[in-house]
């Protein structure tokens, strides 16, 4: 019989923070059993928390006592989960790791550690393996694994079936990014009211990066172009809606490519996830929807069971023989975040490295 695993939640008063506290609430087997925090230590979760999602504080975690930041406080911990900010993430994660934690990290600090797995479980799972790399270079028996920023997500999850069965070569990508991307309390309102804010040249070049290394770990069923002959560009904004990434992307092809073809290896796409029964693991990563005005954020942001846990994509259109269009939608701070880190931490059980028994 399985056993339940406790898991410590850094951050856990966040706007991702939260969302690993209602998706484990109720989980099979992970518990959220340590709740951390940083100017509310000592004082009931439920007193403290912006509970800024959906449903209620779970009663039996409301009255959990918020804790340090402690690895000696937490010798009983499976899974540690770290939707820190970044900066601030990189070396409290590299102490628990040292220190035999399995770490689970949503923050950019470690994304590009060459031994440090950056993982979405549908689109490049067998990375896992990186984690024996990871202990060997470092020497240590835990280990930290990444999930991608949540824009980056939204267009690689939808990529990944075109680029594992196209001859893709190229992807202009836009992106309506929600305020909760930003964390709380956000950005001021007379920068974003009225307002499309530019994320800048720095974020559009991260967005990109992060995409690009999640395509190079794709299996494909065509040879080319490899990711570095593709041309991949991505301009990004913030616009005034709570929660869901909305994205639009142009892609074109090396030869004519039937946009329904196209909308088959989406509709039918999966992975281990699925293929594993997963409990955080929607049945279809990618709904994708045929109406002419989908998906819209407020709608659709919930899509998929769980909910938030699949890309709803639509308005797929033939823009030329070589062209097509398409529209994304994912749940930030679900799919994108906390959703994505459970998920992860499920396949990781699965494949061994954290321990079931």
Known sequence: MRRTLKAAILGATGLVGIEYVRMLADHPYIKPAYLAGKGSVGKPYG???????????PKDIANQEVKPTDPKLMDDVDILFSPLP???????????????FNVISNSPDHRFDR????????????????????????????????????????????????????????VMITTMQSLSGAGYPGIASLDIVDNALPLGDGYDAKTVKEITRILSEVKRNVNEPEVNEITLDATTHRIATIHGHYEV????????????????????????????????????????????????????????????????????????????RFVSLIHNTVRGAAGGGVLTAELLVEKGYIDKR
Request: net charge neutral; hydrophobic share 35%.
């Open 47 to 57: 007193e403290i928390v912006r509970w800024q999602t959906t449903g209620n504080i």
């Open 86 to 100: 970044q900066g601030a993430a990189g070396p409290v994660e590299e102490q628990f790791a040292k220190m035999g």
């Open 115 to 170: 031994d440090v797995p950056m993982i979405i479980p549908e689109v490049n799972p067998h990375t896992v393996t990186l984690i024996d790399e990871q202990r060997k270079n470092r020497d240590w028996k835990g280990f930290i694994v990444t999930t991608p920023l949540c824009t980056a997500q939204g267009a690689a999850i939808p990529l990944t079936p075109i680029y594992k069965n196209f001859k893709m070569s190229g």
């Open 249 to 324: 992307a142009y892609v074109t092809f090396k030869e004519d490519t039937d946009v329904r073809k196209v909308m088959d290896s989406m509709e039918t796409f999966k992975g281990e996830p699925q293929d594993l029964k997963l409990p955080t693991a929607p049945e279809k990563p990618i709904l994708v929807t045929t109406q002419d005005a989908r998906p819209q954020v407020f709608f659709d942001r919930w899509a998929g069971n769980p909910p938030g846990m699949s890309i709803v994509v639509g308005r797929l259109k033939q823009v030329n023989s070589r062209t097509i």
